[in-house]
Every structure is written in structure tokens, then in C-alpha cells.
């Protein structure tokens, strides 16, 4: 059975930075694509970062780009979201997500495998 299992959420200041982690419990972890998605209560759930199988290629949403980072290390079966410059609009429950198929997605039902959700708070 497939588990994504994320960290490093937690309540920080306006401007300060984190870094989530998302471990996969999968030996073909190399061949998906991988996402982070954030959603605050009463919205749908949108996409933060994209990144593919090899790291070649990279797609963040407008409100993160220049802000986030998105890398995967694969031999550990992890990716990680680097967040600096965080601002209130960033307070949201942030999940990792897979699709095995390798393919690029950029809506949430596209992926099969989903994280619990790590919670990021930012105070202003």
C-alpha cells in the first residue's frame, strides 16, 4: 500500500522561511510526477509546485514563483517544498501528491496517491 507522508509544517512569521517533506513508501517512487497542493477551508484545493520524475522540469503557480522551491531526491523517495518569504495567504494545509503515470498534471484529480496534509500557519 502506497503512503505519502509529509512534515515541517508549523506556525512562523510573516517572512520567515520552511521546508515541507514528503516521504513515499514506494519502490517506483523515480517514475512519478510529484506535487504539492495547498487548501484553506471553504476553497478548492489548487496547485502549488510541480516537479517531474528526473527534476527536469519544474512548474510553480504565479503566487509562489520566485518564492518556493521545489526539488525530489530520489533515492530517498522525497520531495521536499522550500518556502521562504512566507506571507499570511501562504496559512493553508499544504499535501503532497503522486501520479504514477509520469505524466504533468495540474488538477488535483489527476493524482492517485495523496499525503494526510501538514498544516502551515503564517502570523503577521
Known amino acids: 500500500q502506497v503512503q505519502l507522508v509529509e512534515s515541517g509544517g508549523g506556525l512562523v512569521q510573516t517572512g520567515d522561511s520552511l521546508t515541507l517533506s514528503c516521504v513515499a513508501s514506494a519502490r517506483t517512487f523515480s517514475d512519478w510526477t510529484m506535487a504539492w497542493f495547498r487548501q484553506t477551508p471553504g476553497k478548492e484545493r489548487e496547485v502549488v509546485a510541480i516537479i517531474s520524475r528526473r527534476s527536469r522540469y519544474n512548474y510553480y503557480e504565479d503566487f509562489v514563483q520566485g518564492w518556493f522551491t521545489v526539488s525530489r531526491d530520489n533515492a530517498k523517495n522525497a520531495v521536499y517544498l522550500q518556502m521562504n518569504s512566507l506571507k499570511s495567504e501562504d496559512t493553508a494545509t499544504y499535501y503532497c501528491?503522486?501520479?504514477?503515470?509520469?505524466?504533468?498534471?495540474?488538477?488535483?484529480?489527476?493524482?492517485?496517491?495523496w499525503g494526510q496534509g501538514t498544516q502551515v500557519t503564517v502570523s503577521s
Open positions: 501528491a503522486a501520479d504514477p503515470t509520469g505524466s504533468i498534471s495540474y488538477t488535483p484529480r489527476e493524482y492517485r496517491y
